[in-house]
């Protein structure tokens, strides 16, 4: 008896990721022909980036609004507040040893350089990802900083 598949609902992100690396590096073997095409694809991405932008700063005020009408249905606010408190407690801690010990002993081990230099230059990124909470709209911020703070070549970055 043959398996029979079944299709899974949602998007095939591993062939739109697959198609996505074949169209650069195609585009790229263009040459000056697929430079007009990478350059759209780069303007298009830079107009995303904007909209995502405005979009994420209005977010914190409609889950603001979100949290406040969950917390007003509340019975117990006290055990609300304590339960947060120690995940928050939680979180902040496990991000604090996962961020500030373990990831900067990684790249000092990798590089032989001082990782605190390099996350200095990324003051602003970290900034507006606390501010707005995501990182598509830290992303245009983040490759900026890497560039110019930290001399991360454009093609990486």
């Known amino acids: 008896q043959m398996p029979v598949g079944t299709e899974i609902e949602g998007m095939n992100i ?3 990721v697959l198609f996505a690396l074949v169209l650069g590096v195609a585009l790229k073997k263009l040459g000056q022909e697929g430079e007009d095409l990478i350059r759209f694809f780069n303007s298009f991405n830079e107009a995303t980036m904007v909209l995502v932008s405005w979009i994420m700063w209005y977010v914190p005020i409609g889950i603001m609004f979100l949290v406040g009408s969950k917390i007003v249905e509340m019975e117990d606010i006290v055990l609300l507040v304590t339960s947060l408190g120690k995940y928050i407690f939680a979180s902040i801690l496990g991000h604090f040893i996962h961020g500030g010990i373990i990831l900067p ?6 590089t032989r350089q001082n990782p605190y230099r390099f996350l200095l230059g990324l003051i602003t990124p970290f900034a507006t990802a606390f501010a707005t909470c995501s990182s598509s709209a830290t992303l ?3 490759i900026k900083c ?4 930290n001399g991360v070549d454009k093609r990486i970055s």
């Open 14 to 16: 591993l062939g739109l």
């Open 105 to 110: 002993l990684i790249y000092f081990a990798a």
């Open 140 to 142: 245009p911020s983040m």
């Open 146 to 149: 890497i560039e110019e703070n």
